[in-house]
């Protein structure tokens, strides 16, 4: 697997500073996925699992998952997207 996904939250407005953030990228797909777990779909649950992305989802968010690597959190985030313009 690879590219560049964010992982999000409803109602999580880190999440949404981020997705500010992406205003002029298309090259990162935006997931959002709903603030309890327990109302996640089946296929949210596995493209969590499957990107290794659950547990961390659990804790917190958001999530930039980049080719396999994870940066977790708004600051990180805004930090890797100052670096990578």
Partial sequence: M???ILFSLENCVKC?????????RDDIRIVTYPHEISDWTN?????????DVFDDLTITAPILWIDGRKTIG?????KWFQDNK
Avoid: C
């Fill in 43 to 51: 296929e949210q649950l596995n493209e969590a699992k499957s990107h």
């Fill in 74 to 78: 708004y600051l990180r985030i805004r």
């Fill in 2 to 4: 690879d590219g560049k």
């Fill in 16 to 24: 949404m500073q981020t997705k500010e953030l992406l205003t002029d």
